[in-house]
């Protein structure tokens, strides 16, 4: 079966613009996470989405956003791009939530310039 | 707040067992999860642990004793592929924090 997808897997910003990144999940998964990699901070947690609802989110400012529609694919937005929002942005996704295996896309390279 | 301790490196032989442990502090807890991480690859899910005690799953085992807020990953017979990078991470109410990675390094 399918794995997850994420596009696009490179992107190069400018400070102050926005970007919509896209996750679909496998089939019949229902939650979908996502974090952001970076040398420096590490993996972190941004928020999980489970049947279009935001059940957990991690400490991000607001400028991080995210959806998930009703086939379970979601996107996560960030807007006003800083430097520091150059990362890996992983998502991951599952059947039930992320107690439970999760399987991880191969992320999406955000450069911001 | 919360933090986790996990060792920035270890070294291993082949067909060796090697165990990476984790500590954690943290304001609420459901559970422990393991990560792998190939350089240049997506993270991997190993195991969780929600209550105390030891999982296992083929080579690879994880304990939890949430008495000692403390956890560990146990890899037997270590193989060249295992060479890579492992998180633990901890599933709070509404928050999971990762810790910074052990990379481990087998050696023939």
């Known amino acids: 079966k399918a794995g997850v997808t994420q596009t696009p897997r490179y992107l190069i910003k400018t400070r102050g613009q926005q970007v919509t990144l896209s996750c679909s999940p496998i089939s019949g998964h229902r939650s979908v996470s996502w974090y952001q990699q970076t040398p420096g901070q590490g993996l972190q947690f941004l928020f999980e989405?489970?049947?279009?609802?935001?059940?957990n989110k991690g400490n991000f400012p607001g400028r991080f956003s995210g959806r998930q529609f009703s086939n379970s694919r979601s996107e996560m937005n960030v807007s006003t791009l800083e430097l520091g929002d150059s990362a890996l942005y992983l998502c991951?996704?599952?059947?039930?939530?992320?107690?439970?295996?999760?399987?991880f896309g191969q992320g999406t390279r955000l450069t911001v310039v | 707040g919360q933090s986790l301790e996990q060792p920035s490196e270890v070294t291993a032989v082949e067909g060796a067992i090697v165990q990476i442990n984790c500590t954690y502090q943290?304001?609420?807890?459901?559970?422990l999860s393991w990560y792998q991480q190939h350089d240049g690859g997506a993270p991997t899910f190993l195991s969780y642990n929600a209550l105390d005690g030891l999982e296992e799953t083929g080579r690879f085992s994880s304990f939890l004793s949430r008495s000692d807020s403390y956890g560990y990953l146990l890899l037997q017979e270590l193989q060249m592929k295992d060479s890579a990078s492992y998180f633990c991470a901890v599933r709070d109410p509404g928050d999971m924090r990762f810790g910074a990675g052990t990379r481990l390094t087998v050696k023939p």
């Open positions: 991951a996704s599952s059947r039930t939530g992320m107690n439970t295996e999760a399987f």
């Open positions: 989405y489970f049947s279009e609802t935001q059940r």
């Open positions: 943290t304001s609420g807890f459901y559970g």
